[in-house]
């Protein structure tokens, strides 16, 4: 498998003292690795790309070129090329299209072969060892709670039952941005966890909520070493990045899953009979019947898919009608027929 020079380096070393072995022996494993890696790299015609170097990959060029989107960028331009392939860490090949047919390819016509989920640790933390459905890879434990969400959950029934909750939250969120223009406090209701503030804002639990939320999210698919060296194992947390998800997965958990504990016990002791909401679902779904930690663990999920996407969304239609003022006067004019009330408030 090895160059036999490289054997041969080895089997001589038998009279080394043991500090030269151990090198020789890390070199092999180093060297190994690339030779490997650059014969399948060929083989499979990789697009373009920085040159890596053995082991690392591009690891280090891309942590010293930040933002990594804007390196990416000119290193399309320098190569001239719509797809890129950089490598990181000893095996991950991460490729890069920036042309839409090149991306239909991909994300239409070779779905299948493209639509697996990396396991990172920050996944594997948020899931609580994949027990949900976004995070999860394809396999059974996915397509169990895929297909609950799907038929359950997010279905156009269920979607419309919400409304009225949705009304709710919406009407609390005005009241809230009218208080603070008026800058008087008129009590609204209070939110989830704790009790809120007066002028119907978010409170101390609420706060640290939303915040641990976005921690999560930063997280999240970030760049960790240890994703790329799995043999380590999980047990160096060289970048940190594993105490900061544990701790902000935690300090989410504590408020929600303090209220999933007291619904499945209003469910079990017969005090709460008609369900409400999306965690009542999750409560009483028959076959199959969901565990208490699968339904914690897909909260948590669907909080971070309705938190981060449409706030993402908004910010990019906000910055793309900035740009382009004639839409953003069409969509201001737009709300302002549809929902004149709003804006005199
Ligand atoms: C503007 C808003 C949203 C956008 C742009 C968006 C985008 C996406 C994308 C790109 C995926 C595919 C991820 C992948 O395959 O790895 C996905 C999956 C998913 N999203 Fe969203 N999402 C949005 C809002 C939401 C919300 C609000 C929820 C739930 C309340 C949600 C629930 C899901 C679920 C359950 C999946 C997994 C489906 C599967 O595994 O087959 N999404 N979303």
């Known amino acids: 498998m090895f160059p036999s020079s490289v054997q041969l380096s080895l089997s001589s070393s038998t009279t080394f003292p043991v500090v030269s072995i151990s090198i020789i022996i890390i070199f092999i494993i180093f060297f190994g690795k690339y030779v ?19 082991f690392i ?26 797809i890129l392939c950089i490598r990181l860490g000893p095996s991950t090949h991460v490729i890069v299209v920036s042309c839409p047919n090149l991306a239909c390819e991909f994300l239409r016509k070779q779905d299948i072969v493209f639509s697996s989920r990396p396991e990172t640790l920050s996944t594997y933390l948020v899931s609580d060892g994949y027990k949900t459905t976004i995070l999860s890879p394809p396999g059974d434990q996915w397509k169990k ?15 419309k039952w919400l409304q009225p909750k949705r009304d709710e ?20 209701d209070s939110g989830f966890f704790g009790d809120g503030m007066e002028d119907g804002g ?21 760049f960790s070493i240890i994703d790329f060296y799995p043999w380590l194992g999980g047990k160096i947390d060289f970048d940190g990045h594993q105490k900061i998800i544990k701790t902000a997965i935690q300090r989410v958990r504590k408020y929600q899953d303090r209220l999933i504990d007291e619904r499945i016990q209003m469910w079990n002791e017969g005090v709460r009979k008609v369900k409400d909401d999306v965690l009542d679902v ?64």
């Open 145 to 159: 709670m895929r297909t609950i969400l799907v038929h359950d959950v997010l279905s156009p029934p269920i979607y």
């Open 169 to 188: 939250e919406a009407n609390h969120l005005l009241s809230y941005i009218h208080n603070q223009i008026e800058k008087h406090a008129t009590p609204t």
């Open 36 to 54: 490997i890696i650059k014969t399948t790299s060929n083989q499979l015609g990789l697009p373009p790309g920085p040159t890596p170097l053995p």
């Open 202 to 222: 978010p409170g101390e639990e609420e706060t640290e909520h939303v915040a641990s939320v976005f921690t999560i999210l930063k997280y999240l698919y970030a």
């Open 282 to 345: 999750l409560i009483n779904h028959e076959t199959p019947k969901l565990t208490a930690e699968e339904i914690k663990a897909q909260i948590l999920e669907i909080m971070l898919a309705a938190i981060d996407n449409p706030s993402n969304a908004i910010e990019w239609a906000m910055a793309e009608m900035i740009n382009e003022p004639t839409i953003l006067k069409r969509a201001t004019a737009e709300l302002d027929h549809e929902a004149p009330e709003i804006f005199e408030a």
């Open 57 to 82: 990959g591009c690891t280090i060029q891309m942590l010293l070129n930040r933002p990594t989107f804007r390196w990416i960028q000119e290193l399309m331009a320098q190569f001239k090329t719509p």
